[in-house]
């Protein structure tokens, strides 16, 4: 049972003395309801001339006087009727031992939490912050606030009555790991993430990298009239790139993505005719464009069949390495253009979220792609932050930017080197000085890269059940507390640990309900079986099937071995 509309300060407890570690003590209550993991309470001290309020989040309880098991064996008899035809009081009989992880008091001048390292007297009073309290102090920004996010509220109240707000700026500028098992709802978190982004107090610049095709929900925003803004005819935008229109223009490739895009089974003699190929390449057109064709002629130069001296023969791994090349890029489908690529200025605009999807694209190309589009956008805003940029030219990117990462592990996986990671490595490393923030949403944080997953400095951790998972959260992740994390495994649909500096303190939390539909949702597959049977849906293949009747010239299906195909 949740405590309802907590709006003034209630006493809780009474301190018992410290707890193990020193910055924990112990308080002793009766109240079984109030005193649940997560909650927070805080104890009176005086620092100085100044009386401060000491918070803390309760971490453990347990339970050190209880009703005789003979009161309990009969479910039939309350036990509270037995304890009272003894003489006792039936609720005050369980107390409990409360385990409190000191945060400290909230200070305005800085915006966060101190704490003066000032322990509670045994005996001392310990009450349980009211939901005024804690609006104030829990979040770093107020609903609608210029960069803020209201992604949803306090677990341990009534839905919405202490909101969890957070920092965009923090957000944005030291990067975002959101981690759950599978049907937690990480994607639907991501999707609230991005609806408060495009709101009209923060109008960002987002780029979202979609493996599954789940966020093309998205552009209902642009009908909204909950994401305009009135003063100034603000309007979002959100724009979708499906695989067919996703363009990478071949000179933007390093010598390490062509090489990683190669069959295996490419020899080391192939492997290096390319690097003499690419290189000469490279140093002669440095500044004009090049394409694969350009690339596969410096290749063919270096084709020679032996001569008078001897010399041994390398046209057939010269012609392997062609097939090979050839295989990989010279296709009429390629995404690979000698000229073509979506310019930084069209994906990146402040207001504007931009979807790539990519499931019609095979992994290791994706993960070009990805590699690819961060790199220029790394080197973009390097250029323009140091005024080397020329201006209108696609090295210009004149905001800041947020990238969001579905499926993080795909791009930078754990004990496995792709092209991504590097560049992903360095992003985190140093986008913060040049506004390049990053967004990493997985459902395995064990496969994925430790050293990307501890550079993100807010963490939304939700439901998981997977013991190798949970274990690289608590070494990878900071600022959540270890008692919080213990907490993973019973969290339910939409519930999360939130911890970072993205938040004053760590916060279970609600996350709100979604203004947008989502995308993500799992298939009810009894009921679309069902369907298959219903009248409208008998209907409907009878008339599929007379309209394919009546087209002209259809080839009649062969027949193999007794089956049409």
């Given amino acids: 049972m949740e405590v309802k509309n907590q709006t003034t ?18 308080f002793i209550t009766a109240d079984n309801r ?38 309990l064996s009969d479910p039939e008899t309350p036990p509270a009727m037995l304890s009272a035809l003894i003489g006792l009081d039936g609720e005050g009989c369980e107390l409990y031992e409360i385990t409190v992880e000191t945060i400290g008091y909230f200070s305005r001048r800085l915006g966060d939490f101190v704490n003066p390292r000032i322990p509670p007297t045994p005996g001392d009073p310990v009450f349980l912050a009211s939901s005024q309290t804690l609006s104030d102090v829990l979040s770093p920004r107020h609903a609608g606030d210029v960069g803020s996010a209201h992604v ?39 999707g609230v993430l991005v609806e408060e982004l495009m709101m009209p107090h923060n109008r960002a610049a987002v780029l979202i990298v979609d493996p599954h095709g789940e966020y093309d929900t998205l552009r209902s925003i642009e009908d909204d009239a909950r994401f305009r803004s009135d003063a100034d005819g603000y309007r979002p935008e959100v ?3 499906t695989h067919d229109r996703i363009k990478v223009r071949f000179s933007s490739l390093t010598e390490a993505d062509v090489k990683y895009l190669l069959p295996e089974g490419t020899s080391d003699k192939m492997l290096h005719f390319l690097t003499q190929a690419f290189r000469q390449l490279t140093a002669t057109r440095q500044n004009e464009l090049w394409g694969y064709h350009d690339l596969r002629d410096e290749v063919k130069a270096q084709k020679y069949e032996g001569g008078e001296r001897s010399e041994s023969s390398n046209a057939s791994s010269i012609e392997g390495l062609l097939w090979r090349l050839d295989m990989r890029f010279d296709r009429p489908d390629s995404l690979f253009s000698d000229s073509e690529h979506i310019p930084l200025a069209e994906m990146f ?11 019609d694209i095979e992994q290791n190309e994706q993960q070009v792609v990805v590699a690819t589009l961060l790199r220029r956008v790394n080197k973009a805003r390097v250029a323009t932050v140091r005024g080397e940029a020329q201006p209108g030219s696609d090295m210009e990117l004149r905001y800041p930017v947020f990238t969001l990462l579905e499926e993080a592990h795909r791009f930078a996986p754990a004990g496995q080197t792709v092209v991504s990671t590097n560049i992903l490595k360095q992003i985190l490393s140093e986008g913060r000085k040049f506004g390049v923030g990053i967004g990493l949403i997985t459902q395995r944080p064990g496969k994925l890269d430790q050293d990307v997953l501890s550079q993100c400095m807010t963490q ?41 500096v993205g938040v004053n303190t760590p916060v279970m939390c609600r996350i709100r309900e979604r203004l947008t539909r989502h995308g993500g949702e799992t298939f009810d597959a009894p009921a679309e079986w069902a369907r298959w049977h219903t009248k409208d849906e008998q209907e409907h293949r009878e008339q599929d ?3 394919l009747a009546e087209t002209p010239n259809q080839k009649k299906p062969e027949k193999v071995r007794g089956f049409q195909i």
């Fill in 239 to 241: 724009k979708i790139f």
């Fill in 545 to 547: 099937g007379a309209l």
């Fill in 34 to 71: 109030r005193a649940r993991i997560g909650e927070f309470v805080y104890y009176s001290a005086h620092d100085g001339a100044e009386e401060r309020r000491i918070i803390g989040n309760i971490t453990q309880r347990r339970l050190v006087r209880n009703l005789p098991d003979t009161f």
């Fill in 9 to 26: 300060d209630a006493l809780a407890g009474t301190v018992k003395g410290p707890g193990e570690r020193p910055h924990e003590y112990l």
């Fill in 349 to 359: 605009q402040p207001g504007r979220c931009t979807v790539l999807q990519l499931s």
């Fill in 460 to 500: 939304v951790i939700m439901r998981i059940v997977n013991p190798i998972d949970q274990d690289t959260v608590a070494k990878s992740v900071e600022g959540a507390g270890r008692q919080l994390l213990n907490e993973l495994p019973a969290l339910t649909k939409g519930q999360a640990v939130i911890s970072g």
């Fill in 152 to 190: 949803g509220s306090l677990l341990t109240r009534e839905a919405g009555e202490v909101p969890v707000v957070l920092s965009i700026k923090d957000v944005v500028s030291t990067h975002l790991a959101i981690l759950a098992s599978t049907g937690a709802g990480k994607s639907y978190t991501a």
